[in-house]
């Protein structure tokens, strides 16, 4: 008695108060996910029974990927802004520029305890510590990166207009070739020592860390 029954395996529900064009997800420290809303420049927090909670400042701007940051926040890219803002666990929103931001969209926690960001507009991938100091890394064939995750070799990789790249905590970069026919890779995550991405049109593509791909 008093114990919720279990939902039955695949049960989708469907929650939209307060979500104006999500786009990016992650869990946060709290136990909770946590998202951005592009439309009305916030972002959302919903616990694991469905509760939803908006947050509001007048620097975040079209926000778009967001990550959990080894300082216990959550991170987030201001496309509209070219800034990234923190925001903590209780609500409270910081923001970060730099003239290096540039398109800001892609953002991962790195091996290194830092924060790693796509810049779209001039084809860099920046660093910026938990403090707030900006790094950028430029290179040879990196050309309007968008995702990026921690990879599980210790570095961190993008998708890259078609392609994948790596890039070393110590900023070395290098470019994966893909065998397979070019088109813009978006979501990429990490799997069990490999990375998965998943480009259109209607394909999966595996690399694994040495690299060689799969599609």
Same mark, same amino acid.
């Not at 869990?27 to 959302?44: A, I, K, M, R």
């Given at each position: 008695?008093?114990?919720?029954?279990?939902?039955?395996?695949?049960?989708?529900?469907?929650?939209?108060?307060?979500?104006?064009?999500?786009?990016?997800?992650a869990?946060?420290? $709290? &136990?909770? *996910? =946590? +998202? /951005?809303?592009?439309? !009305?420049? @916030?972002? %959302?927090?919903i #616990?694991?029974?469905?509760?939803?909670?908006?947050?509001?400042?007048?620097?975040?701007?079209?926000?778009?990927?967001?990550?959990?940051?080894?300082?216990g926040?959550?991170?987030?890219?201001?496309?509209?802004?070219?800034?990234l803002?923190?925001?903590?666990?209780?609500?409270?929103?910081?923001?970060?520029?730099?003239?290096?931001?540039?398109?800001?969209?892609?953002i991962?926690a790195?091996? $290194? &305890?830092? *924060? =790693? +960001? /796509?810049?779209?507009? !001039?084809? @860099?991938? %920046?660093?910026? #510590?938990?403090?707030?100091?900006?790094?950028?890394?430029?290179g040879?064939?990196?050309?309007?990166?968008?995702?990026?995750?921690?990879?599980?070799?210790?570095?961190i990789?993008?998708?890259?207009?078609?392609?994948?790249?790596?890039?070393?905590?110590?900023?070395?970069?290098?470019?994966?070739?893909?065998?397979?026919?070019?088109?813009?890779?978006?979501?990429?995550?990490?799997?069990?020592?490999?990375?998965?991405?998943a480009?259109?049109?209607?394909?999966?593509?595996?690399?694994?860390?040495?690299?060689?791909?799969?599609?």
């Open positions: 008695a008093g114990v919720a029954a279990a939902a039955p395996v695949g049960a989708v529900q469907n929650f939209g108060l307060g979500i104006d064009d999500p786009f990016g997800i869990s946060g420290p $709290d &136990g909770n *996910l =946590w +998202f /951005t809303n592009q439309l !009305n420049d @916030s972002v %959302g927090r #616990t694991p029974a469905g509760v939803i909670s908006n947050f509001t400042d007048p620097t975040i701007s079209a926000p778009s990927m967001i990550t959990a940051g080894p300082d926040n959550l991170w987030f890219t201001n496309v509209g802004s070219n800034s803002g923190r925001i903590t666990p209780a609500g409270v929103v910081s923001n970060f520029t730099d003239p290096i931001l540039a398109g800001p969209t892609g991962a790195g091996p $290194d &305890g830092n *924060l =790693w +960001f /796509t810049n779209v507009s !001039n084809s @860099s991938i %920046g660093r910026v #510590t938990p403090t707030g100091t900006f790094s950028s890394f430029g040879t064939g990196i050309s309007f990166p968008t995702a990026i995750v921690a990879g599980p070799d210790g570095n990789w993008f998708s890259n207009n078609g392609a994948m790249g790596r890039i070393a905590p110590t900023g070395a970069v290098a470019i994966v070739s893909d065998p397979a026919p070019p088109g813009p890779i978006q979501p990429i995550t990490a799997g069990p020592a490999r990375h998965l991405a480009p259109p049109p209607h394909a999966l593509r595996r690399a694994t860390t040495q690299p060689d791909f799969t599609t």
